[in-house]
């Protein structure tokens, strides 16, 4: 079943901690599946999912969390309203479709940049006309994202940097 497209001047929450269920959602993904030795865990804490772990760049160097989406939920959306709370890492929120290259679904990414602040948490507002496109870390031309395509969303922290993580997510909205 897909859903309306979202109204001009509207958003859609996508992802809400304060919906017990969100949890459950969500899955992991380490630098393992290629050899690496990162480590990313997630648990439930008082309303938002807590993601920590150690990133090792010896042979991989990222660990990533998505969950799927349901069909239409972001058509129509222009933009993303991410709330969360982070350490100094960078850290990027990413997204899928049906755009392959090589047989591969191509991520669409853009790196979380607090803007404005809300109740103790940081708003990071990405435009999606501007993601990056990539396949395995490495760049790759391809179309606009499509959102009424859009099929799974997720955070990636890939920063080149050996060491803990920590941040927390409560919220994600698509907005027109």
Request: charged share 25%; proline share 3%; net charge negative.
């Amino acid at each position: 079943m897909s859903l309306a497209a979202i109204k001009p001047g509207t958003c859609r929450t996508l992802v809400d901690f304060s919906d017990a269920d969100e949890f459950a959602r969500w899955e992991v993904v380490n630098d393992g599946v290629m050899g690496g030795l990162s480590k990313g865990h997630i648990e439930q804490v008082e309303g938002a999912l807590s993601f920590t772990g150690t990133i090792n760049t010896n042979g991989g160097g990222f660990t990533s969390l998505r969950r799927p989406l349901p069909e239409g939920a972001m058509a129509g959306a222009r933009g993303l309203r991410i709330v969360y709370s982070g350490d100094a890492r960078t850290y990027e929120v990413t997204l899928r479709s049906d755009a392959r290259e090589r047989g591969r679904r191509i991520a669409y990414r853009a790196t979380l940049t607090p803007g404005e602040s809300a109740e103790g948490w940081s708003v990071a507002v990405i435009d999606l006309a501007r993601l990056e496109t990539s396949l395995f870390g490495q760049q790759v031309d391809a179309p606009a994202f499509a959102t009424e395509k859009a099929h799974s969303i997720g955070l990636i922290i890939a920063d080149g940097i050996d060491g803990d993580f920590a941040m927390q997510l409560k919220r994600i909205e698509a907005c027109a």
